[in-house]
Every structure is written in C-alpha cells, then in structure tokens.
C-alpha cells in the first residue's frame, strides 16, 4: 500500500514537472530562437546560406501560434483572440480626453520609415482604449503642469497596418526612407532584430507613441533623436550620443508615464503601453478613424 502511495507521489511531482516545464519551454522569446535555427539547418541542408528575411517572418509567426497553442494548454483552455472588429465603446480618440494634445499622426502621412501612407490609417486621428486615455489624461495633467503637451505620433495601429509593414519589409529593394530612419543598418535584418514584427502591441488598443511639446519654446523637446528611427540611439538608457540634457528631457516623459501607469519598451524612448491594459490578447483590425 505504502509503494502504491509512493508511486502516485512520483507520479504527481512529474506531472507537474511536466506541466511547468511546458509553461516554461512555450515562451515565443524561447521557440523563436529554436525555430530560427532549424529553418538556418534546413537551409543548409539544401545548399541554401542563411534565411531571407520573408522565411524569417514566417518562421516567427510559427513560433508565435505555436507558443499560445501551448500556453493555452493546446486549446484546451481557450485562445488568444483575433477579434475582427472593436467594441466601440471601449475605445475612444485621444483629444476627447486630452484636448491640449498635439497629433501629428507619422502613418497617415508620407514621412515615415516606409514612405507612404499605412493600411488602415483613414483619418490623422489617434485612437486609444477608454483605460488607456484616461491614464493617458494623468499624464497630461502632469506634463502640462511642468510645461508641456503631449505629442501624439502613434497610438492604436489596426492589423492591416502591421501586416504593411511586414511586406515592406521583407520587400528588400525598397529602401526609400533609408537615410531618414535606418541609415546604418542593412534592411535585411529588420525582422532578426525585431525593429519589424508581425504583431504589435499597439494593436491591442493601449499602447501609444509621443514626446513632450514645450509651451514656452512653442517646440518639441529635444530627445536626442527622431521618433521610429532604427538605431540604439533610440533606446531610453542610451548615454553615449546624447547630451545630459537630452536624456533628462527622455526621464521626464518616462517618469511621467510611469508614474500614471504605463510600462515602458527597452529599445524606443518614445513607446509606453498601459500596464491594466484591458485587452492583453486581442489584435483588432477596425480601421484609424474618427468614432464620431
């Protein structure tokens, strides 16, 4: 009776290693590199050196699907949803919140690292959900009192947008933006190093782009480089380029949207996604455009 016990034990403590052990091993920054590596093996394998930049985004949409089926116990536990449109209600545009906000909306217009207007952006408007641009308004309230204003570059991007960017980037020749956002770097390593990605949290509805404006100089402030550029100079620690002043003028929008709510993204200093944010796992697809 007591071997019966025991071996349940055993049996319990690697079903749960098991379990833990899957959990672990299904994080997509974990297949990723795994998948990399085989779709390189297989190329080799055939003759082939390397992986095109087109076989690299695939891959990482693998990794990516396999990695919630897993999280998701195969399904068993539900999925993460793709919704095809929003509930309308939870998203509202971010100047009926903030009226003082600056829009200047890159992905409407021409200037951008692509150089044409992007899938899905109708109207020079920017679209948050209601939890975002309420926390978005502290923050507002907080900067204007240290004299500024937001500036608003990005905030909600349909999928149809993020999928423009995956064809323009795996779309090697085409390089017309290159001395404006990515000079030093080799269009072809835009996917490895994940400037481009085929999901976005700004898809998700709570995830904006900005800078501060200056009420007195009736300018934007001075980060020490341009919103989107692909470059480690756009990462908010960075030092080694920038004056003492820059960066402070990159601590105060950062403090600020921390201090409301917002987490920050290692590799661009203008990016901040709200930490609640009500839809962690639904990429929506409705298009940028005035709800009223």
Known sequence: M?????????????????????????????LRP???????????IKGIDGISSASLAKVKGDARRHS???????????????????NWDDFVEITELIPDAILEIRYYSTYNFVGTRIDGYRQPTALLTRAAAEALRAVSD?????????????????????????????????????AYFYP???????FEQEYIMEKSGHTRGS??????????????????????????????????????EQYANRMILRDAMVRHGFKTLDSEWWHFTLKDEPYPDTYFTFPVRALN
């Open 2 to 30: 007591k071997r019966k016990r025991s071996s349940c034990k055993w049996l319990l403590i690697l079903a749960a290693a098991l379990v833990f052990l899957l959990f672990w091993a299904a994080s997509e920054h974990r």
């Open 34 to 44: 795994a998948y990399i590596g085989i779709a390189r093996l297989e190329n080799k």
């Open 68 to 86: 919630r089926f897993l999280r998701t116990g195969f399904g068993l536990w539900g999925e993460a949803r793709e919704a095809p449109e929003a």
């Open 142 to 178: 907080d900067v204007m009192a240290q004299g500024y204003r937001l500036k608003i570059y990005d905030a909600y991007r349909p999928q149809c947008a993020v999928d423009h960017f995956v064809r323009w980037a795996a779309d090697i020749p085409d390089t017309l933006m290159k």
């Open 184 to 190: 030093d770097l080799d269009k072809s390593v835009l």
């Open 207 to 244: 995830t904006v782009d900005l800078t501060l404006f200056d009420m007195t100089t009736e300018k934007e402030v001075d980060m020490g480089g341009t919103f989107d550029w692909f470059g480690i100079e756009s990462h908010p620690d960075h030092t080694a380029s920038i004056t003492p």
